[in-house]
């Protein structure tokens, strides 16, 4: 973490939460943090589709500094796609962030990169930041090859962005291996490959890598944030099963307070 880069912590609740169980969530979340604490750290959820225009509501209606966005996006403008959501519906919604590429979404749902690249490009035309996820398997950490793969998935979905695109990118490294799984990546495991994308974007774009956030995501507590958050190129989280607890989710928003705890 950095002085120019702000902290972002973002909850993916994934497949978890209706809109009744969502408004509740963002109510004790926004009961459990103040002012101070939401403007030093950028706090964001990322409920289901059908949730988004539950929080949105709530969002507005009582102003709260609490972001939302979306877990995924179409890689097409409109059209004839049934099932899927369009970066402008969600823009409409008033998502500033949408997550793209998740390996749940390249393993489940065979998500290449080329299809991921698309996504990052709807995100950008519509105006909302992609939380661009990369992040290798355990077989390709046992290889050793952990940074060269996840540096690749990250240059391939970024390639044709301009300097200006590319500073609304937000990065998320999320090994596979520790999604999930308790099985957190050291935070200097996590350092040594978020440092390496800083150094891939810096090389490709030049100084405007400085202004990238990464994050770091898989099994993201309380308990390991705040020694995760040390890292100077590491600027938040994307914090999966512990978003689901609005206390707990509180928590990690309040790292700065328990560092060193
Ligand atoms: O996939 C993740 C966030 O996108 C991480 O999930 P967990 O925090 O549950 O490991």
């Not at 939380?131 to 355990?138: D, N, R, S």
């Not at 390709?140 to 391939?156: K, M, T």
Request: proline share 3%.
């Amino acid at each position: 973490m950095t002085e120019t880069r702000k902290p972002l912590i973002a909850g993916n609740w994934k497949m978890n939460l209706n809109h009744l169980e969502a408004i509740a969530l963002v109510q004790k979340l926004a009961f459990s943090l103040n002012r101070d604490q939401l403007e030093a750290v950028e706090t964001v959820v990322l409920p289901p589709f059908v949730d988004i225009r539950s929080v949105q509501t709530l969002v507005d209606g009582d102003k709260l500094t609490i972001g939302f966005g979306a877990q995924d996006l179409s890689a097409h403008p409109s059209g004839a796609y049934t099932g899927e959501i369009a970066g402008s519906m969600l823009a409409k919604l008033g998502c500033s962030y949408v997550a793209v590429g998740h390996s749940e979404r390249r393993q489940y749902h065979e998500e290449g990169d080329d299809l991921v690249a698309a996504k990052v490009r709807q995100a950008l035309n519509n105006g909302i930041s992609p939380i661009l996820c990369v992040g290798e398997a355990l077989d390709v950490r046992e290889a050793g090859n952990h940074i060269s793969h996840s540096v690749s998935q990250l240059i391939a979905a970024v390639d044709g962005l301009t300097e200006e695109e590319l500073a609304k990118v937000v990065v998320a490294y999320e090994p596979v291996w520790a999604i999930g799984t308790g099985r957190t990546a050291s935070a200097e495991d996590a350092q040594e490959v978020i440092g390496a994308l800083r150094a891939a974007l810096a090389e490709k774009f030049g100084a405007v890598a400085e202004r990238v956030r990464i994050l770091y995501g898989g099994s993201v507590k309380s308990s390991n944030v705040a020694q995760i958050m040390g890292k100077p190129d590491i600027d938040g989280a994307l914090v999966g099963g512990a978003s689901l607890d609005a206390e707990e989710f509180a928590k990690i928003v309040r790292f700065p307070e328990h560092a060193g705890a």
